[in-house]
């Protein structure tokens, strides 16, 4: 059966065949969805039930029973159980992303397995994302892959933190190659992480990995600014050396009002004499309300599935808990 979906922001309408999701059926006529792994991980799609209801094949990994419970579902995976009015409403206007030839300024190791990439739109004289937004390059391959800004917009320069996968086209291959003056293909701005100012709160930061650099480059948006609200960052790895910014974020405090930063390893030496295990569980053994915070989460699709769920049982509302999920670009 037919059914008729539409957005209550936009009051465009389109039709999802039997078979379809709601978001294959919105890409198919042409109308404009948020989205982007396309496999229920990343978070991207997610938008508000108005009215009607859906069902999952398979339910998504990047959807927690608490945030389909208030109301929210994952479009690239829902099949419509009716006729549905969805919400998609974005509290912030985004600029549109835009095709770009970026040039390599240089690459440094930041850690064994991170890199700092430093680019620059010669075309663009200000780039204009909100921080925490992510860009896509065009991989050898013809395919896109994502990083986020690590840094705030700044005329057209862009940093990056490139964590090498091992057998990773792009970021063991491409990466090891680059030098300075290469150009990439890049599309931006991606995405739906970014800081909600009207959502006025306790800030509460939780990144794994690279997941940093989305938070980074909110925290930097947010360094001197009298209306910066208390912040607490917990920084999950493995091992010390992984910390790669560990120096400079310390120094944070110094621009942020209220600043608390805790890096939590999962397998940190003995000499480790900072905190220890998964970092939502310590979020959890230090926080034991966070019905008051606005939550960000960055990082690997693990840690936040497993951190919505740990939070919302200590009051954290899907309302005010915004996530972008490092998923794979390529299985
Ligand atoms: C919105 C978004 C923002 C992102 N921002 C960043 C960022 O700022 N910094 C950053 O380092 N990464 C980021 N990522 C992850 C990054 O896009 C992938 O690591 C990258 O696409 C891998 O490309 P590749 O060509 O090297 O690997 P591929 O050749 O595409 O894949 C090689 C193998 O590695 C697996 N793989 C791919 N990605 C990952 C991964 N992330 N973790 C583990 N295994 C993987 C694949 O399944 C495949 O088996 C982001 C992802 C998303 C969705």
């Excluded at 998609?88 to 095709?99: N, Y």
């Excluded at 001197?224 to 917990?234: A, M, R, T, W």
């Excluded at 000499?271 to 220890?276: A, I, P, V």
Aim: proline share 6%; net charge negative.
């Amino acid at each position: 059966m037919i059914h008729r979906i539409q957005i209550l922001e936009t009051r465009d309408t389109f039709e999802v065949q039997p078979g379809e999701s709601v978001l294959e059926g919105a890409l198919r006529q042409n109308v404009a969805l948020p989205h982007d792994c396309q496999l229920g991980g990343c978070g991207s799609c997610r938008l508000r039930l108005v009215e009607g209801s859906v069902t999952y094949d398979e339910y998504p990994f990047g959807l927690t029973p608490e945030e389909e419970a208030a109301g929210y579902a994952l479009a690239c995976q829902a099949r419509p159980q009716g006729d549905l009015v969805v919400s998609i409403a974005r509290e912030e206007a985004c600029a549109e992303p835009a095709p770009h030839i970026a040039v390599v300024r240089g690459i440094r190791p930041l850690s064994a397995d991170v890199l700092h990439v430093d680019l620059e739109i010669p075309e663009i004289d200000a780039l204009d994302y909100r921080p925490g937004q992510y860009l896509k390059i065009l991989g050898d391959d013809g395919l896109p892959r994502s990083f986020s800004m690590a840094s705030v917009p700044a005329g057209g320069h862009v940093d990056l933190h490139v964590r090498r996968i091992p057998g990773g086209a792009f970021t063991e291959s491409t990466v090891s190659r680059l030098k300075a003056g290469d150009e990439l293909q890049v599309e931006l701005p991606h995405g739906s992480f970014y800081y909600r100012e009207k959502d006025y709160r306790p800030l509460l930061m939780v990144a794994t990995g690279t997941g940093l650099a989305p938070i980074k480059s909110i925290l930097e948006s947010l360094m001197d600014d009298p209306d910066c609200p208390p912040v607490s960052l917990y920084w999950g790895m493995r091992e010390a050396g992984d910390l790669y910014l560990h120096d400079q974020i310390q120094g944070w405090g110094e621009r942020l009002y209220d600043f608390q930063y805790v890096p939590v390893l999962s397998r940190g030496a003995s000499s480790w004499t900072g905190r220890r295990g998964y970092v939502q569980q310590v979020v959890a053994e230090d926080l034991a309300d966070l019905s008051e915070h606005a939550i960000y989460l960055c990082g690997s699709p693990d840690m936040i599935r497993d951190a919505k769920a740990t939070f919302l049982e200590r009051g954290a509302s899907a309302d005010h808990t915004y996530s972008d999920s490092f998923t794979f670009q390529r299985t």
